[in-house]
């Protein structure tokens, strides 16, 4: 089976990762790409990495360039998927890398977001109970954001095996491409580098719903999240550092039980061994994820860590999984365990 994809934003961050992962897909065959501000340069201007890519010119991204594909990739700002995808038909697989069908709850969305919901669509985190069902042969594929795969990845085996209380605390780092490819002044080489800030502190970020989405479906019972996000000097890479009271009797041996028997049969995710922990340059332009969990006695906290690449399993590579298997491919297709190091 060959399928043919094109890929909306092929300028940004987001999209560059998945022509880098499409490009050695088996099935793939790359048609269309298009941008915005870019549109009508040459890739090999804007993704200079991607070489064999360096000659095709950007189009515009209308639903006309994009329709007669196999699949339609939409690596576009948050709010702008709906429209373009609205005009697509249904017989294409359209995978969404924004947010815009993420939510479940139109409330949450238009809170958070400060637009019309667009809907739901299934939700391409295929680790979490019951997404590989509703992903297996879907038109449409919401794919998660960057910091609910790494922390979800990191707490929900915890909530799914009753082991942890409903109010989880998590502060997370990620590298600055998770911000996209827009100047910004606080994105600028002289602010980030040597320092590490906070931001979106205090229940603002727009990922604490999508957290509690997936967390409370997991407990099967209401989770609060406090979500603290931090920039890190470094191009990628998510670690997030999760924790929730422990309930009465868990162990350090409970919870790795726990993480295990969720992991055993899990391609991407990795509990590694006691005593190592996560980090980021192990996951450089892979799809794994490391996650590691211990009891803090003491102050009987769970505390699960996990890294991920924020643009490959974070995005790009998490697209990539969502759709083999709504087109019934291997899962593993076109992704790799294998980082970069040092
Ligand atoms: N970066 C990350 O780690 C992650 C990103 N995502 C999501 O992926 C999507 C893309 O993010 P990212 O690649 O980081 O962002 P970038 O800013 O790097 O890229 C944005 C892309 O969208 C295009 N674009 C901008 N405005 C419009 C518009 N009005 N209509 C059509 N196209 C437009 C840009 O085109 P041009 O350059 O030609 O103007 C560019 O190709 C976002 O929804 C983001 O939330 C999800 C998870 C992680
Ligand atoms: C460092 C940084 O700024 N990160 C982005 C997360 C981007 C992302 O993964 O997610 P979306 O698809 O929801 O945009 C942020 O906090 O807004």
Redesign the pocket.
């Known amino acids: 089976m060959t399928v043919r994809a094109a890929v909306?934003?092929?300028?940004?961050?987001?999209?560059?990762e998945l022509l880098r992962l499409l490009l050695t897909h088996p099935e793939v065959e790359i048609g269309a790409l298009?941008?915005?501000?870019?549109?009508g340069r040459r890739l090999g201007a804007?993704q200079p990495h991607l070489l064999p890519l360096a000659d095709r010119v950007?189009s515009e991204?209308t639903a006309d360039v994009l329709a007669a594909h196999d699949v339609v990739f939409l690596?576009?700002?948050?709010g702008?998927?709906a429209a373009v995808a609205e005009q697509l038909g249904p017989d294409v697989l359209v995978v969404d890398?924004?947010?815009d069908f993420r939510l479940k709850d139109a409330a949450d969305w238009e809170r958070f977001y400060g637009s019309p919901h667009a809907g739901t669509w299934p939700y391409g985190l295929p680790e979490l109970p019951g997404a590989r069902a509703a992903l297996e042969g879907s038109k449409r594929i919401a794919?998660?954001?960057?910091y609910p795969t790494a922390v979800s990845l990191a707490l929900y085996p915890a909530y799914a095996a009753g082991l942890a209380g409903t109010e989880a605390v998590i502060v997370a780092a990620?590298g600055t491409?998770?911000?996209?490819?827009?100047p910004k002044p606080h994105l600028l080489g002289s602010e980030v580098m040597g320092s590490m800030s906070p931001y979106g502190v205090g229940g603002v970020h727009r990922h604490t719903p999508e957290m509690i989405q997936n967390l409370s479906a997991a407990a099967g019972e209401p989770v609060t999240v406090s979500f603290t996000p931090t920039l890190a000097p470094m191009p990628r890479g998510i670690l997030a550092t999760c924790s929730a009271t422990a309930r009465e009797g868990v162990t350090a041996e409970s919870l790795r039980a726990a993480y295990e028997k969720a992991f055993a049969d899990e391609p991407f995710v990795h509990l590694l061994p006691e005593g190592q922990w996560p980090a980021t340059a192990s996951v450089h332009g892979s799809n794994a994820v490391q996650v590691q969990v211990t009891h803090d006695a003491a102050a009987n906290r769970i505390i699960a860590i996990s890294a991920i690449d924020?643009?490959t399993k974070?995005?790009a590579g998490g697209a990539v999984q969502s759709m083999n298997l709504a087109l019934g491919l291997p899962e593993e297709l076109g992704l790799s365990t294998i980082g970069v190091a040092p």
Do not use: F, K, Q, W
């Open positions: 909306a934003g092929a300028s940004g961050y987001a999209g560059g298009t941008g915005d501000s870019n549109a804007l950007l991204t690596a576009l700002p948050h702008r998927s890398m924004g947010a794919v998660p954001g960057c990620s491409s998770g911000a996209g490819r827009t924020n643009l974070g995005t």
